[in-house]
């Protein structure tokens, strides 16, 4: 499903029409409101920035927003593609291409213009566009507090707390990781869902299954405790890591922001999957 934003920049309407001459100055004979109406109208068609772009329902963003990694097209209603010039603030957070296609680079903010002409006279459209890092996203997708126990679809989440019997009861989530064809619900299926989701389902068959402790990186999908209960690490530094887990507290419930030191870790390891 394409979610679209529109922008209209009244401002601008505003300018362009009042620069057309004495013919658009606001006045209270009705001619000239229509006058000015018709203008208003005209720039409306061909002045609103649309941006196309799949996911953004799913990962729950805001309209201005997309996610990095992931690909839009920005186009003018009623301009054609190649009467549009692109102009970005800040390239390194990304590029538009002369086709309107947009390339994210890194998380952050960036004021896209589009220049174009229309009935002979220059007209400029800016918007602000966020590049939303991959976890980010993810934390918007699943927050922390609800309950990932729709046995239906894996990729939304319920206000309830799950009683381990009709919710969850079959398997919501199947994947190939390193070699393992998993289905797989709670704790488990969530982290290799969320896993899926940052890297990609099919760069998870790439992966790889260490049963011996050798520290871990972002993104490692961890098995501990005896195997019964799975993790997916999110941040590590100095002698910690940051990680997201579900039914930790045996509801299915969603929690991002865990810590553990790399000692604990170690000793309640059993297994892990890993990018290298």
């Keep these: 499903m394409k979610n679209k ?49 799949e996911g953004r329902s799913e990962f729950r963003l805001k309209e201005n927003e997309i996610r990095l990694g992931d690909t839009g097209t920005l186009s003018l209603e009623g301009v054609k593609a190649s009467n549009v010039q692109w102009r970005v603030s800040r390239p390194s957070v990304l590029s538009v291409d002369s086709q309107g296609g947009i390339e994210t680079k890194r998380a952050g903010s960036c004021a896209v213009t589009a220049t174009y002409r229309v009935n002979g006279r220059t007209r400029t459209v ?14 918007s997708k699943f927050p922390s507090g609800t309950y990932w126990n729709n046995s239906h679809n894996p990729d939304k ?29 709670q704790c488990h299926g969530f982290a290799l869902k969320v896993a899926a989701d940052i890297y990609g389902r099919q760069d998870l068959a ?11 990186s972002v993104g490692d999908v961890v098995r501990i405790y005896n195997q019964t209960h799975t993790i997916i690490i999110t941040k590590v530094y100095g002698n910690s890591v940051e990680y997201a887990d579900c039914n930790n507290g045996d509801t299915c419930q969603i929690t991002w922001g865990h810590v553990m030191s790399k000692d604990t870790l170690r000793s309640v390891y059993n297994y892990s999957y890993t990018q290298g």
Excluded: F
């Design 5 to 53: 934003w529109k922008s209209l920049l009244s401002a601008v309407v505003l300018s362009a029409v009042v620069a057309q001459g004495p013919a658009a100055t606001v006045q209270a004979d009705g001619a000239s409101a229509a006058r000015m109406s018709t203008a208003v109208s005209q720039m409306q068609q061909q002045g609103s920035i649309e941006l196309e772009y």
């Design 126 to 139: 800016s918007r602000n566009i966020v590049v939303v890092s991959r976890w980010d996203a993810e934390k």
């Design 206 to 216: 790439h992966w790889r299954k260490y049963t011996s402790y050798h520290g871990v």
């Design 157 to 185: 989440v319920t206000l309830k707390p799950c009683n381990h019997k009709e919710d969850c009861s079959s398997y919501i989530y199947e994947v190939n990781i390193a070699g393992d064809s998993l289905k797989a619900s």
